[in-house]
């Protein structure tokens, strides 16, 4: 016997708007767990990959020390290194040639040019962490709304049957009052995962984005100065 109260009742008796809202939940409640993980495993790999830092600094040049951050194409400070190199070596082979035209770079001095590359190995970094979130602030904003529209809409039908049957007794309104909790608890449901998911995640990338420039600033100050940089 199913339940007059259970989610199977909801879907069996329920119309097509309750049907429509009870997929709408589900879909923003996969989406956002979907996000959840695919964020903590970032951030985890961000912070498994910054446990290669030192082993780089402890490499004999650069090419050698960026072979052992890895070659993964989302490793942030692979790209950095690589980044900082690259634009390093732009300036050694235009110091070296001969007759070279002028360029809009040649007015930018050593710290901006390899700034401006790390900086760009920096940014794509960031906004790949920082992509989705945009779904999971939706989500736990959103839908306490959609479960309290189902509530509303099933409460409505409630209220349709006692004014068609002229009378309120306990059996013509458990089923939709029942429909209009379960919606409501549908809601929260699907949105405090998704809150709760979004504060931690944004803590995670905090910490992650901090290793990150952290290692920046180190390798800017090698490709200037020599010297590892420290706080």
Not at 78 to 83: C, F, L, P, S, T
């Amino acid at each position: 016997m199913v339940s007059k109260f259970g989610i199977e009742h909801l879907w069996w008796q329920g119309d097509e708007i309750i049907r429509g809202i009870a997929i709408v939940l589900l879909l923003m409640s996969i989406a956002s767990w979907i996000v959840i993980l695919i964020k903590l495993i970032e951030i985890g790999r961000v912070k498994l990959q910054n446990r290669r830092v030192d082993v780089f600094w402890h490499s004999e040049d650069v090419i050698e020390g960026i072979e052992k951050l890895g070659n993964e194409n989302d490793n942030p400070f692979a790209m950095i290194a690589r980044n900082a190199h690259i634009a390093a070596n732009h300036l050694q082979g235009d110091n070296s040639a001969d007759n070279k035209k002028t360029q809009l770079h040649d007015k930018l001095d050593p710290s901006e040019w390899i700034g401006r590359a790390i900086n760009q190995a920096i940014d794509r970094s960031v906004f790949k962490l920082q992509s989705g979130l945009w779904i999971l602030a939706s989500v736990a904003s959103t839908a306490p709304f959609v479960g309290l529209f189902g509530t509303v809409w099933s409460i409505y039908h409630a209220l349709m049957n006692i004014s068609t049957n002229g009378s309120a007794s306990l059996d013509q309104v458990a089923g939709p009052i029942g429909e209009a909790l379960i919606m409501t608890a549908l809601g929260l449901a699907v949105a405090i995962p998704a809150a709760l998911g979004y504060n931690a995640i944004v803590r995670g990338q905090k910490i992650a984005v901090h290793m990150i420039n952290r290692f920046a600033h180190e390798i800017h100050s090698y490709y200037l100065s020599g010297m590892r940089w420290k706080k």
